[in-house]
């Protein structure tokens, strides 16, 4: 542990305290040795000071042999000792130093910083008396001087030194803070407690101490003395964040959670707790998701955030991705904006407003800002694949393509992002008319998910549609109506390759599932139900069916010609 003293670089004695150091018993020197002693220092000082350190300890090492008792060279070669990792050596000569000038405070301080060093802590104590001797109005020698009976486990020795430091300084928090170690080493927390209370009376308006003390009792299994003064600490405080975030937490300890989350909530509307500390607490509720009492609080939460906090771009982001867990599009969208106008550096804010422009069929905004972001993120895959999905729903494939491909490109791990970006180039290949293209990206999208259930969907309807591998489309199309069942598309899909097989019973079952699981009456779905029930030999039903699909909106010359002529035509 670390002692408080400062160290002394040089000690420049004069030449006569240099010339004149005396032990007891000793043969006084000559006047050619004292002088010899003298330049013998200096000389030795000389090369110290140019850091010629070898050259220094010899020379200091010379005065030695000559005047055994020089106290200023046993301090001086004692540090130079130190500094080639000697340290039994220079202890040695610091222990001579002292008993020859025992009224020299470096010398004393020079060698509490060699005990520490070799933590021969039992002889700490007895140099830091020495030092208050000397020195004793310097409140640092006290602070070592307990710091060492601490270490030894001599708790109240230092719990005394401590109290005669107070007489010197006063009531200070370092003062308390040391008392608050020794006194939760000895399990004394009614000490801490009172060190603690004499800091709340000094400082009545200061909430830390409020804070610590509630901690204290806290941690100790006093939940009630913590909640009475911590509430103190509020009505000292009351706009104090971490005070609000501690009594939060007390009150969810009592389990009265209606109290903890209203100081929750008062917590997050104070300026001074951290946004990132606020930000843990909101996320923390998402393993609880989807408990609808998880999501209102975090969503609750996370609007006091983005208020409190305008400027600040997670704040932002934060709000948005709860409004998004709670299915709250629109409102999730105007957050992610406002917070990629503070900082568009965030690339996973601006996936996510893409991602939701994508499914409100905003495709222009979509192609807007995704292509925005690429121009500071071109090499993100997922990015890459939204924007050429937006082309592609814009009817737009040869644009649709480059995307898809560099989506594809980029990838090499996920799975996910790979199936479904060659799905994409399937149905872009498609519009394309690049058939044989369109049938590998599908084939590739399928190496990568073989149970993904649109990709299986569009493949097996664009075979169906060109009446090519009609027993492949038919099991592919069987399959996505099993991983998706009662899916309107999914079902008119499969009925119309029946209908291509000329199985024509089978087709009618699937298009009439379909049809009755389609809210929307689709008119591709009632043309085809038309088509199924002329070869089953209803003209009249098919008729029926082929006006109702007109109704519904389809248009086509060969629809009309259905219609006027009362048959199917290819």
Request: with cysteine; hydrophobic share 40%.
């Amino acid at each position: 542990m670390k002692f408080k003293h400062a160290l002394l670089g040089l000690c420049w004695l004069s030449a006569a305290a240099v010339a004149q150091s005396n032990m007891p018993g000793r043969k006084p020197l000559t006047s050619v040795d004292s002088l010899m002693v003298q330049q013998l220092y200096f000389s030795a000082l000389r090369e110290k000071t140019i850091e010629n350190l070898p050259q220094a300890t010899e020379l200091f090492s010379k005065v030695l042999q000559t005047d055994a008792g020089n106290d200023a060279a046993m301090y001086e070669l004692a540090n130079l000792l130190k500094l080639q990792s000697k340290r039994a050596e220079a202890q040695q000569l610091l222990e001579r130093a002292v008993t020859v000038k025992p009224d020299n405070e470096w010398y004393w301080v020079s060698l509490a910083e060699s005990y520490e060093k070799t933590n021969n802590i039992g002889r700490l104590q007895h140099v830091f008396d020495e030092l208050i001797r000397i020195n004793p109005d310097k409140p640092e020698y006290y602070f070592d001087k307990a710091n060492a009976l601490y270490l030894e486990k001599r708790y109240d020795e230092a719990l005394n030194t401590y109290s005669k430091l107070e007489q010197l300084t006063g009531p200070t928090e370092d003062l308390v803070a040391a008392r608050r170690r020794v006194y939760l080493r000895q399990g004394k927390v009614d000490g801490v407690a009172e060190e603690l209370e004499r800091l709340i009376v000094a400082n009545p308006n200061e909430t830390k101490f409020y804070l610590q003390l509630g901690e204290l009792y806290n941690a100790n299994n006093f939940p009630d003395k913590a909640l009475h003064v911590l509430q103190r600490g509020e009505k000292v405080s009351p706009q104090n964040g971490m005070l609000q975030l501690a009594l939060a937490d007390s009150y969810r300890a009592k389990k009265d959670n209606e109290t903890s989350f209203t100081h929750l909530e008062k917590a997050f509307a104070a300026t001074d707790l951290d946004v990132d500390q606020k930000v843990r607490i909101v996320l923390g509720y998402l393993p609880k998701f989807p408990e609808p009492n998880a999501k209102a609080s975090a969503t609750a939460l996370s609007k006091i955030l983005a208020d409190t906090h305008p400027n600040d771009a997670k704040a932002l982001a934060v709000y948005g991705d709860m409004l998004l867990q709670s299915e709250k599009y629109k409102e999730a969208k105007v957050a992610y904006k406002k917070a990629i106008q503070l900082n568009n550096g965030i690339y996973a804010i601006q996936e996510q407003l893409v991602r939701l422009e994508l499914g409100d069929n905003e495709v222009n905004e979509a192609i807007k800002d995704g292509e925005n972001s690429l121009s500071m993120f071109p090499n993100q895959a997922w990015m890459n694949y939204l924007v050429g999905v937006a082309w592609l729903q814009k009817k737009d494939p040869q644009k649709a393509v480059a995307y898809l491909k560099n989506a594809a490109d980029l990838e090499t791990q996920d799975k996910e992002l790979l199936g479904q970006a060659n799905a994409a180039l399937g149905d872009t290949y498609h519009e394309l008319k690049d058939n044989t293209k369109s049938d590998a990206a599908y084939e590739k999208a399928l190496s990568y998910n073989a149970d993904n259930a649109y990709t299986l969907n569009n493949y097996a309807y664009y075979l169906s549609i060109r009446g090519e591998q009609l027993d492949k489309a038919a099991r592919m199309s069987k399959r996505s109506n099993e991983l998706q069942p009662n899916t309107p598309s999914f079902e008119d899909t499969y009925a119309w390759i029946l209908f291509r097989q000329k199985k024509y019973s089978d087709a009618r079952l699937w298009m009439e599932k379909a049809l009755q699981h389609d809210k929307k009456q689709s008119a591709v779905q009632t043309e085809h139900y038309g088509d199924i029930m002329f070869y089953l030999g209803d003209t009249e039903a098919a008729v029926q069916n082929w006006k109702k699909a007109k109704q519904n909106g389809a248009q086509s010359p060969v629809l009309d010609r259905k219609i006027n002529e009362k048959k199917y035509i290819e």
